[in-house]
Each structure stands twice: as C-alpha cells, then as structure tokens.
T-cell receptor, first 113, second 112 residues
C-alpha cells in the first residue's frame, strides 16, 4: 500500500512570511496527525484529526498555526506568520483509527531565515 | 505534561555488539512503541507493546513493556551497519485522544 505522502519536502522562507504543508494519509486511515520535530528532539504532536474533526489541538500555537482536513482525507497545515523558532521538520502520520499504530510520512523540512 | 526520559542519548559500538536502550516516565502508558528514524525520513515503527510485562521480538530486536507501565526497553542483538539511526520510544496516553508522547531519541553509531 502507498505510504503517507507529504509535500513539499523542503521549504525556505523568511520570518513573518506564511507557508503551507500538505499531507495525504494512507487510504482508509481515519486518524491523521501533524507533528513538529525540532532538530535533536522527538516529534511533538500539534494536532490530531478523526475523520474531519479535531480530536486534540492542545499543543498547536493557534495564534499562528492552523490546520484543516475538510473532507476527512488529505490535510493542510499552515503557519502565518512564521517565526525563527518554527524551523523544524513537520511530520504527518496516519492510523487506521485512534489508538492504532501510526505510520509517518517523510516530512517537510522548514527553514526560516 | 507527560515526559519520557530516553537513555542513552547516543551510543558508539562495534559491529556485532548488542545494544540496549530504555525509556522511563513518571506517567502510566497503555501502549509502548519503538520507532527508528533515518536521516531525511519519517520514523518507522519497529515494535508495538500493548500489555504490561509483554516481551516482543522482531528479528534481532526485542522490546519489553515494563510491569509498572512506566518504562520500556529495546535490545538489538548482533548489530549490523544498517542499524545506524535514531531510535525513539513513544508512550500512548490512556485517556482522551490517546496521543503519543515521544522520547528524545537514542542515536546509534556503528563502527565496522
């Protein structure tokens, strides 16, 4: 089966600009996750969707980050405006349903100048 | 919030040696997962543990879910060059969204 697809692979922007990432989960997976992975650290959950509804967004900086999964399939994560500390790899993962093992995409590496 | 303490942070070993790493927490988890991440790629699931005391193997990898549900360890036997990478433990919180909390990772380097 095809894995979790993410694009772009790399993005370089200046601070205060906006950026968007896209994720297409494994077919049939109801639960989708966005993680932020800062260099040298483990992934940190930003937001979790169950179909098109948000299950957990407690660690999402809502003043600048937003995410949607309108049709319950693919998802976008947006940062506006970006700050220097947002430099990280943004990983998308999906699972068949909540509580099942998560499968990760290869991430988008974001650099803020 | 929940935190996982993963150790060691890094390991430098000779090819053929066995490897052991562990994760501990002050919180109880109902699932422990071990992932491996290669440069430029996402984490790949190695082993999933669902019951306290469970011991599970996947080839040369063996992992155990601690009896207290607050810890887990991963062993790799007879290491080979392709074992190089960063290993992450992750614990699943019992309540609510059942989200995963990740450790800081153990970076494994192997000298041939």
């Amino acid at each position: 089966e095809a894995g979790v697809a993410q694009s772009p692979r790399y993005k370089i922007i200046e601070k205060r600009q906006s950026v968007a990432f896209w994720c297409n989960p494994i077919s049939g997976h109801a639960t989708l996750y966005w993680y932020q992975q800062i260099l040298g650290q483990g992934p940190k959950l930003l937001i979790q969707f169950q179909n098109n509804g948000v299950v957990d967004d407690s660690q999402l900086p809502k003043d600048r980050f937003s995410a949607e999964r309108l049709k319950g399939v693919d998802s976008t994560l947006k940062i506006q405006p970006a700050k220097l500390e947002d430099s990280a790899v943004y990983l998308c993962a999906s699972s068949l349903r909540r509580g099942q093992p998560q499968h990760f995409g290869d991430g988008t590496r974001l650099s803020i100048l | 919030g929940q935190q996982l303490n993963q150790s060691p942070q890094s390991m430098f070993i000779q090819e053929g040696e066995d490897v052991s790493m562990n994760c501990t927490s002050s919180s109880i988890f109902n699932t422990w997962l071990w992932y491996k991440q290669d440069p430029g790629e996402g984490p790949v699931l190695l082993i999933a543990l669902y019951k306290a005391g469970e011991l599970t193997s996947n080839g040369r990898l063996t992992a155990q879910f601690g009896i207290t549900r607050k810890d887990s360890f991963l062993n790799i036997s007879a290491s080979i060059p392709s074992d190089v990478g960063i290993y992450f433990c992750a614990g699943r919180i019992i309540q609510g969204a059942q989200k995963l909390v990740f450790g800081q990772g153990t970076r494994l380097t192997i000298n041939p």
